[in-house]
């Protein structure tokens, strides 16, 4: 089962403060997630963004969708809100006088992607239009203040929304550091970042939220969840099971230190 993460107990144990609302540029009202896998929808190539492409959903998690461009691999996933403003309804493009175009590292020759977007539109689940919700309005200026929590995606592992505090502010950036990673996961954003929550945010959604790691010897060890990752899951597999889906989410594992996981999971992370 799903032990939530505690931020009322965590602000007071760290006698830090939440940042308010105000200051995200994300939806009040939460809207539906009626998006479902293997959906088809239009989305700007994160790699190469002047570029629009076909995505397929290949994964659901809260309000989030897990994408894969068309004729892309499935190591260049990325992650993007029900109400971005970067995701539209195939024909988005077209009508706005665009044209599609294949992924950055398309895996066929280029000649054969004119028949390649025949090919993987024909007969597809397009993801119709009233599913796609307007991208809130945001804040007009930066809010932050240092200090302030919050719960950020983890750019390296953006399948993962963590606890974080705002570490520094720069005109409109701020400095997300992860609590309990040694600064290893920190990057710079802009304040109206869709990539950055409220605290509580995950829980009011249904999205897992990383508790703070254990990479720093102060604070309390309740806090201390540890994300275990099953790496072998051939021997829990059927046979028939699709290799080409993506891999299970990972799994927040609440642990005793001396528990060493089993054949079946890495507790090194
Ligand atoms: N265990 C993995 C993921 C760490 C995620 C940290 N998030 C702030 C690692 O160590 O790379």
Redesign the pocket.
């Known amino acids: 089962t799903y032990l939530p993460f505690d931020w009322d107990e965590y602000l007071r144990e760290t006698k830090s403060i939440a940042a308010p609302y105000e200051c995200f540029k994300q939806a009040v009202t939460f809207p539906q997630n009626e998006f479902k896998i293997g959906m088809k929808l239009e989305a700007l190539d994160p790699r190469n963004v002047t570029s629009t492409c076909i995505a397929t959903v290949v994964y659901i998690q809260g309000l989030r969708l897990r994408l894969r461009l068309d004729g892309s691999d499935n190591k260049n996933d990325f992650w993007r809100l029900v109400d971005s403003s970067e995701i539209h309804t195939i024909g988005y493009c077209e009508k706005s006088g665009g044209m599609l175009q294949p992924p950055l590292g398309f895996r066929m020759n280029a000649s054969s992607w004119p028949m390649f977007l025949l090919k993987t539109l024909n007969g597809a689940e397009m993801a119709p239009s009233k599913i796609f919700q307007r991208e809130p309005p945001g804040p007009r200026t930066n809010l932050f203040q240092i200090g302030q929590k919050l719960e950020a995606v ?1 750019k390296k ?1 953006p399948q ?1 929304i ?1 606890c974080a505090t705002v570490g520094n502010i720069k005109q409109d950036q701020i400095y997300v550091t ?1 609590d309990g ?1 040694r600064g290893a ?1 920190d990057y710079w954003c802009r304040y109206d970042s869709r990539d950055i929550f409220p605290c509580g945010w995950c829980a009011k959604t249904g999205h897992p939220l ?1 508790p703070p ?1 254990q990479k720093n010897a102060a604070g309390n060890n309740r806090f201390k969840g540890r ?1 275990l990752t099953v790496v072998n899951t051939s021997d829990i597999q059927s046979p028939e099971a699709d290799t080409s889906a993506p891999p299970p989410p990972p799994i927040t594992v609440y642990v005793y230190k001396t528990c060493t996981g089993g054949p079946l999971v890495d507790v090194t ?1």
């Open positions: 983890d592992n993962l963590c992860f990673w996961f990383q790691g994300t992370q």
